[in-house]
């Protein structure tokens, strides 16, 4: 076996799935962009992040002790703490409500704030060791209202330890979004309230859609919204997470990837050196070991480690982990299917096949969280891009011949489809979907525009 070839294996090896539903990752799987330093810190009390970006990675990472330590002096202040879910993806009835209980709740004119008190309440007497009405969620709302002294007194009351609780997934407390505005709402009115006790601390994980929205609408947000963080992935940060998994692949695999770049081993788990975790000689060099210097047979087509973070930008020039990794693996494969005796592990072709297989997850991911997306842009399926707006709308309108209210669907809508083509254009827009040119014309980042069907003069092809 060549050396390209085990390297190839070796990327196959590799645990680069990074969709997380509340299990504890595998502790080489942990990197911490500098990025996102401040995002884990205590007083960072509301993330925010696209589809992808890590935050239910970081939800489930931050309830493991051993995770914790693992990020060691960075963030010193997760040491010696207690850490909970406050809602997440996974179902956990006795510890948060879920979307069934929510609607009900609401059904009855409850106020989302009370409710997200009461899971609050629920931890802290879990952890006191204290009895508090929890037969269902209503009936501990019932007590945190009729006995507010009894559950002030439960908050005040010293405390031998410190705890962080977490919320992730909120989106899927609701299919509106006034429901869902009211319940995000509530929630930080929540974690506002529980600034008051020492000690205390709460994180709130909010996608970016939800964040632009009025759930800051209540007086003194703004001690929240100074906390606000964003993960965000710089293409140094892709790549120094590539080598993380890399290095830590099982067995000789994992061996192999350590001698192409620098490493160190701390409580059996190998880490990269500092110089892999920028955009360094060192970092260049130990991609081109995989693919080689050039995106085809010489420098006009590109580098492939600009190239392979470049193409799976979204509109706002954001390119998620999940992305990223999706395409490697796939253009390892893809490699060894095509091009086994290629003298890199990753042939230049496999890499575009790559970026194939990442639009195609994307979309899929796109059609869960917004599923009026695919009936709006595979309508636009054969076009090329750029194009005038001009031209989308006539085929938009071939489509709903009754305008953008056509667009039909039993999840949360586009937000501003009551002003028609225009707000439907702004959504995509926001999203990352779609880019304005100058010239006015309609543009679409490769990342979405090859698993939609799109076309572009010299760009990655979508498949057929």
């Known amino acids: 076996m060549t050396l390209a070839q085990q390297l190839r294996e070796a990327i196959l090896a590799a645990p680069l799935e990074t969709s997380n539903f509340a299990e504890t990752p595998q502790a080489g799987t942990l990197y911490l962009p500098p990025s996102h330093l401040k995002a884990l810190r205590l007083d960072a009390h509301i993330v925010v992040g696209g589809r992808g970006v890590g935050k239910s990675f970081w939800t489930a990472a931050l309830q493991s002790n051993p995770l914790r330590k693992q990020l060691g002096a960075a963030v010193t202040e997760l040491q010696d703490i207690e850490v909970s879910a406050g809602f997440s993806n996974a179902e956990a009835i006795e510890n948060y409500p879920n979307a069934d209980v929510f ?3 609401l059904d009855q004119n409850g106020a989302p704030y009370d409710l997200w008190r009461a899971v609050i309440l629920r931890w802290v007497a879990l952890k006191a060791a204290e009895s508090i009405p929890n037969a269902s969620w209503q009936a501990t709302v019932d007590w945190l209202k009729q006995k507010p002294e009894d559950a002030a007194r439960l908050m005040q009351r010293p405390r031998g330890w410190k705890g962080l609780i977490l919320f992730d997934a909120l989106d899927r407390t609701s299919t509106d979004w006034r429901r869902m505005d009211d319940i995000v709402r509530g929630l930080l009115r929540a ?15 909010l996608r970016e859609d939800q964040a632009e929205r009025t759930v800051f609408n209540f007086p003194d947000a703004s001690k929240l919204t100074a906390t606000k963080s964003d993960l965000a992935w710089a293409r140094h940060d892709l790549h120094g997470l590539l080598w993380q998994r890399l290095i830590n692949a099982p067995g000789t695999h994992g061996e192999q990837m350590r001698s192409v770049c620098t490493n160190i081993e701390q409580d059996a788990v190998w880490h990269i050196a500092t110089d892999m975790k ?9 991609f081109e070991a995989l693919a080689g210097p050039w995106m085809g047979r010489d420098r006009r087509r590109g580098v492939p480690y600009t190239w392979s973070v470049g193409h799976l930008a979204d509109g706002r020039g954001q390119t998620s982990p999940r992305s990223f990794l999706a395409a490697i693996r796939r253009a390892a494969e893809d490699s060894s299917e095509r091009y086994p005796q290629h003298d890199y592990a990753l042939h230049f072709e496999s890499i575009k096949r790559g970026i194939q297989k990442a639009s195609e997850i994307r979309v899929q991911e796109i059609a869960e ?40 669907t039993t999840q949360l809508p586009a937000q501003h ?35 939609f069907g799109l076309g572009r003069r010299g760009g990655v092809k979508p498949k057929n």
């Not at 309230?193 to 709460?202: Q, R, S, T, V």
């Not at 917004?370 to 709006?376: E, H, S, T």
């Not at 489509?399 to 953008?404: D, S």
């Open 103 to 105: 609607a009900a709740f």
């Open 191 to 205: 974690a506002l309230w529980l600034k008051a006790f020492p000690g205390l601390y709460a994180k709130v994980f």
């Open 278 to 286: 920028s955009e360094s000689e060192a970092q260049k060099k130990a």
């Open 369 to 408: 969280d917004y599923p009026w997306v695919p009936d709006v842009l595979t309508t636009l399926s054969g076009m090329n891009v750029p194009i005038d707006f001009d031209a989308v709308i006539a085929k938009w309108e071939e489509k709903f011949p009754g305008g953008a209210q056509g667009i039909s």
């Open 417 to 451: 489809v009551d002003r028609g083509w225009d707000g439907v254009r702004e959504d995509l827009q926001r999203l990352g979907l779609l880019e304005v040119r100058k010239d006015g014309r309609i543009d679409m980042p490769d990342l979405y525009r090859v698993g």
